[in-house]
């Protein structure tokens, strides 16, 4: 079979290359997965360029998440059929042929297309599973920043659905109006002075417990501004690769508690993940949640798909297919 590969860590057009491999036999627990589309996230090129948060061990096969057809059972997987059209959690799925923990996957109808089943994890669920671990209660309120991003758009849909008040921040005023439109209209833009007031105004002055913070550096300080005493700051991404900037009397005489949230190991016993899994998927089947691939290229030009994933302003992610 084909696979991506890579025997260093660096630029990820400039050290990944096709290789011919045996295909893999699934252990207990697994299923072989036939890979039909896996989509290209930054974690994914942040881990190839040994940046992100492990490094694995050389030579490695890229990819976190597929969607695919199951090929073979391993020992003991009760919950999937061979045949079966399956999306989520994988390893080394820009291959052919993959592997996969069966209690991570679940089957996909046909009314789900292969763009939006390819991305069910990575986003959709990891907006779900934070949702799921925050303690918060239906009423009370939430604040993100990069409101406008693709997770902090999730974040609000789900937040609302499960009654939770979600304010978002941006950076820029004509985002208020862009994020107005998809209706979210809990934004407030940071730009500019008296920005907490427009906050206060917002929630009616009600305490704010949980701040969503991806940008990193003076993003942190702009989300302790807003926050109640005793509310949970979550590091969740860190779109400006700086440290967080936060102060000691934050933590000293107000009770913030600051912890990080990682997709790739959440708090979330793996057969939770399948029921969350399970949610988006229903969600996709009915039509509420749709996401886009821009373009897909075979494996053998991987090259071309990991250096198109870095051009700006795409309208969808760049994936690999089978």
């Not at 890579?6 to 057009?13: A, L, R, S, V």
């Not at 918060?136 to 991003?149: K, M, R, T």
Request: hydrophobic share 45%.
């Amino acid at each position: 079979m084909k696979r991506a590969v890579y025997t260093q860590f660096g630029q990820p057009d400039a050290v990944l290359s096709m290789q011919e491999s045996v295909r893999p036999e699934p252990g207990p627990g697994e299923i072989l997965v036939r890979m039909v589309l896996s989509p290209v996230h930054n974690h994914d090129l942040m881990t190839i360029a040994g940046q992100y948060g492990y490094k694995p061990a050389l030579p490695a096969v890229p990819g976190t998440e597929a969607v695919g057809v199951v090929e073979m059972l391993g020992e003991g997987v009760a919950n999937l059929q061979v045949g079966q059209r399956v999306a989520g959690s994988a390893q080394n799925s820009w291959a052919e042929y993959y592997l996969a923990d069966a209690r991570r996957l679940v089957p996909v109808p046909e009314s789900v297309d292969d763009a939006t089943a390819c991305q069910l994890v990575s986003m959709p669920l990891s907006a779900k599973m934070l949702l799921d671990t925050l303690g918060v209660e239906a009423g009370q309120w939430i604040a993100l920043n990069a409101a406008n991003g693709a997770v902090g758009k999730l974040v609000a849909q789900y937040g609302a659905a499960l009654g939770i008040n979600v304010l978002g921040l941006v950076r820029r005023p004509e985002a208020v109006e862009e994020m107005a439109a998809l209706g979210f209209d809990t934004v407030v833009a940071t730009e500019g002075e008296a920005w907490q007031e427009k906050v206060r105004a917002i929630t009616g002055g009600a305490p704010i417990v949980r701040g969503i913070e991806s940008l990193g550096g003076k993003g942190a300080a702009q989300l302790l501004s807003i926050l109640s005493d005793g509310a949970e700051l979550i590091s969740f991404g860190a779109m400006t690769a700086r440290p967080l900037e936060i102060s000691a009397a934050d933590l000293l005489f107000r009770g913030i508690t600051v912890k990080g949230f990682w997709g790739a190991n959440p708090p979330v016993k793996p057969e939770r993940i399948g029921q969350l899994l399970g949610e988006l998927v229903a969600d996709a089947a009915s039509g509420k949640l749709k996401m886009a691939i821009e373009a897909s290229y075979p494996i053998d030009a991987i090259a071309q798909a990991v250096a198109a994933s870095g051009v700006p302003g795409r309208k969808g992610k760049i994936a690999i297919h089978g």
